[in-house]
Structure formats: C-alpha cells, structure tokens
C-alpha cells in the first residue's frame, strides 16, 4: 500500500519523469560527450554523474514550475511525448534538434513523412513511454494545501541543490558544451521546445522583401581615390589592451603609430554571426534582432562597391562570411585549414601596392578565437610565460590562461602593424580601422570564451571591445582632430556604417550624421 501511496504522489512522480528524461531520453547526448572526439577532454563517471544530477534536478524544477496552475497531468503527458518522440529520432537518424530540423519537419509533406513513420517506431515509442505513462495516470492531486506548500518546499530545495552543484562544478559542466556546441542542441526536451520557439522567432523576424540600403549612393565628386582598411578582429577584448591601460605590453607594434584609440566602446553582439553583419549593416544592435536581417538588404559591401570601389573581403576565420555579407563582392579570399594571420600579409600587401583606384579592403582575422589561444601565433611569438596549452581552460591557471591570449593579441597588433606599413608605401589616400567582432571571458565568474548568455547578462569583458583608427598624413589632416574628440566616448558597431561612409566620400540618404563618429558632438 505505502508503494502504491508512493506511486500516486504528485511530486515523486514528477522526480522520476525528470530521472525518465535524463537517463532514458538522452541517449545521444551522453554518446557525444563521452566518445565524440570534438569533445575535449571527455568528462570522468564523476562528471558524468554531476552533469546527469544537474539536469535530473533542473528538469524537476522546471516540470514543478509548468504544472503550478496548470493541468499538471496534461502537462506532463506532453513534455514526455515529446521528449520520447524526439529521443527516437535522435537517435536513430543520429541528430541534434536544431531550427533546421524543426524547419523540415514542418516542410515535410504527407508522402515524405511516410518514411519516418513506421510500425516499429510506433511500437519503439509506445514501450518507452508506458512505464512514465502509467504514473501519470495513477497521480493524485486532490490534497491542494499540501500540494502548494510541499511545491514550495521543493522548488526551495532544487534551487539549492542547482546552485550548489553550479558552484562546484559550473565550469566543467560548461566547458563539456562550449568544446563542441552541437550539444546543447541534443538536450531533451530542452532542444525541440527551444528549436521550435527559435524557429518560429525567425520566421516572425525575417522581412518580406528585399531592401535596397544606399541605392542612391555616390561618390562626392572630384574626391581623390583612397584605399581604406577595415579589419575585423576576433575574440579581442579591450581590458588585455596595452592601449586602454593594461599593464602588460600587448601592443607593442603599433603604441607609437599615433592611433586614435575609442576607450570605451562595445558590440552588438557577443558572437560572431550577429556582430559582423550587424556592424556592416544600417540595423543597429537595438533593430538587429534576428541574424537572417543582412540576408535580406544591402549592406556597406554593397554599396560601396556599387559606387565604383574595389571591395575586397579577405578571411581566416571560417569558411564563409558570416550574414553572407560578401555575397555580392567580386574580390574575396579564404585563408583557413590551420592558416596563421600573417599567412594574408603576402596577398594584402600585393592588393594595396599595385591600387590606382578607390579601395575597401575588409580583413577578417582569426585572431584570439578559444579555445587554442596558443595555436594563434607562432612559437617566436610567445613573449608572455608560461602558456596554457590545454583545450579545457579551466584546468589552466589565470596566469597561463592571460598569457596565451595576451600572446594572441601582440600577434594581432604586428599584424596591423604590417598592414599599416603596406598603407603607408600607397600613393593613395589611406587609412585603417582595426575592431574586434565581440570580446571573451577568461574565467571571470566563471565563464570562459562568449556567446554562452545573451547580449543582457552577458560579461561585460564580452561586450566591451577594442577599437582604434589610423589614418595617413593626408587623411589625418581632415578627420584627426574630429575624431581625437570622441576617443572616450561611449561607442558601438552603430557608428561603423555611417563612418566610414564619410570615410569613402559616399553620400546617401542613408547615412546618418548623429552615428558617424566624425560628425558627432562631444
């Protein structure tokens, strides 16, 4: 009787669901974590153990959350079955449930869901599901004031038992998804219901048409031709800058070029696929909402080729430009498959001697990405000692850890540095603008690399960024001063499109003054 009594509470029925997810409905996340080779390293049967606890407690309070007011039998019914169905399917077509598979199952039609609907997977999901069924069925909710007040107790509790195993071991558990980001798109139900709401977002985000930003652009009249640079860097932050009163010479290379260094400016995004087209865009990080927008208007690639500009996007860092901001772009070169930064000074420094007409050369560098910060720069770049050298960062000390990402940096800076010398050799009107896509956490509280939380609750170390200009004698004379002023105000990826229209001498009704660092008021 006392099992059977056992069986009908509500709330021991909710913590064996919840065990039900973690150890029935898991499957291909536990094989990932434990034999995929991205995975690095693979975690011990302690973590292991710490991980399944940490989800199995944290599907709890959530399962205790949705069912507060609502039908807690019905609820319960279809976070299993969707959990169940999609655990079948995981792992048998070996998946993670992202926005594109939630896109092709709603694309699916009739005849082509015949082909993933079967007698056997019927019966498959039927036998897994009748254990965890049958207790939802056998749950008694009659008694409401113990039911609120043990709800209570418990929700108490999780939140405790949550909080002490992040204190413990947040960082381990997070490093498992940060080495191989594919995982967390194979937590069940947390991927389909996360999946379809993103989905849907996108669909609610993405314009109707097309718009054509800038398509009046021109270029000013009797404007001397220029060649100007814009390179993107990645993971750089702006606290590791000698520049902005770091106490570490990271950068040596260019400190006495006369830089115009902003202090104190941000990104739009904390990864990559927002920032970069964001900051190519006319979309600001308050009207960027969704990373499908650059697909779906000009961007300053566009218009500055369109006005008669050699464009040029030169990248090691991926296999295409993210937004696909380059789509349009006659001229574009791919350095990856383990190239270094400098491995593209050859081909720059070919591009920017042998221009007679106006130039925009887009330089997107591998820079500081993590995980490997010691693989971003050669052996007889490693001033800073010792040197993390181990994928799972939170095994390195802070010392080692800074040192191999201020390794990373001072490589950056002697690669702008070269850049600067090609600009200087030109016979044209020249200048650079060097600014990282997002920045990186090292450790601090305990978050490693970016884009683990969104923009809002993201660190600060990856939002503020490092940016600076440098111009030549003839283009210093026009924008220095103007600009100097500005070097400690409050700036973002907003002012990138507009200045360096004024840059390019393009006028459109586009542009706008009041974010064109230029032309602003102090």
């Keep these: ?133 049958i207790m939802i069925f056998l749950i008694d909710t009659k008694n409401k004031s113990l039911f609120i007040k043990t709800k209570f107790l418990l929700l108490f509790f999780y939140l405790l038992i949550l909080i002490a195993i992040w204190v413990c071991q947040g960082k381990n558990i997070t490093f498992i998804f940060k080495s191989y980001k594919p995982t967390i798109d194979m937590l069940n139900p947390i991927a389909p219901i996360r999946s ?110 369109n006005t008669g500009y050699d464009v040029w996007w030169i990248s090691n860092n991926g296999g295409e430009c993210m937004g696909k901001v380059c789509r349009n772009i006659k001229n574009i070169s791919y350095y990856n498959q383990q190239h270094l930064d400098t491995d593209m000074l050859q081909e720059i420094n070919t591009i920017i001697s042998n221009t007679k007409n106006n130039t925009f050369l887009i330089i997107n560098l591998h820079g500081s990405h993590g995980a490997k910060y010691f693989e971003r720069y050669p052996k007889d770049f490693e001033f800073f000692h010792p040197v993390c050298k181990d994928e799972n960062l939170q095994n390195c000390t802070q010392e080692s850890l800074q040192n191999a990402y201020d390794n990373s940096l001072r490589y950056t800076d002697y690669f702008i540095s070269q850049v600067i010398s090609f600009l200087k050799e030109s016979s044209l009107d020249s200048g650079l603008w060097y600014v990282s896509d997002h920045g990186e956490s090292l450790g601090e509280y305990g978050q490693f690399m970016h884009g683990g939380l969104p923009y809002n609750l993201a660190p600060k170390d990856q939002k503020h960024i490092p940016s600076y200009i440098w111009l030549n004698k003839e283009l210093k004379t026009q924008f220095y001063d103007k600009i100097q002023k500005q070097t400690h105000t409050h700036l973002t990826h907003d002012t990138i499109f507009h200045t360096i229209l004024h840059f390019l001498n393009i006028e459109t009704k586009d542009y706008n003054k009041q974010l064109d660092i230029i032309e602003m008021k102090k």
């Design 1 to 133: 009787m006392k099992l059977f009594a056992l069986l009908k509470n509500y709330h021991f029925t909710i913590f064996t669901i919840s065990l039900y997810l973690v150890m029935v409905c898991h499957n291909l996340f536990w094989q990932t974590i434990t034999t995929n080779p991205n995975v690095t390293p693979h975690p011990s049967y302690f973590l292991l153990f710490i991980i399944g606890a940490f989800l199995t407690f944290l599907y709890a309070l959530i399962l205790e959350l949705i069912t507060f007011s609502l039908n807690a039998r019905l609820m319960l019914i279809v976070i299993t079955l969707i959990t169940t169905i999609s655990s079948y399917y995981m792992n048998h077509f070996h998946i993670s449930i992202n926005p594109m598979i939630i896109e092709s199952l709603f694309k699916t039609n009739l005849n082509e869901a015949k082909d993933f609907i079967n007698l056997s997977m019927i019966f498959k999901i039927l036998l897994l599901l009748t254990i965890p069924l």
């Design 196 to 305: 379809t709401i993103r989905y849907f977002s996108n669909i609610i985000n993405t314009p109707k048409t097309y718009t054509f930003v800038g398509a009046d652009a021109k270029i000013t009249p009797n404007d001397k031709p220029k060649i100007f640079a814009l390179i993107i860097g990645e993971s750089a932050r702006a606290k590791n800058f000698e520049f902005n009163n770091y106490h570490k010479p990271t950068n040596p290379f260019t400190k006495n070029l006369d830089i115009l260094n902003f202090k104190d400016f941000y990104s739009c995004g904390v990864i990559t696929a927002i920032s970069i087209p964001c900051m190519l865009t006319d979309l600001t990080h308050q009207t960027y909402t969704s990373r499908n927008l650059s697909l779906f208007r000009n961007n300053l690639l566009d218009i500055a080729q």
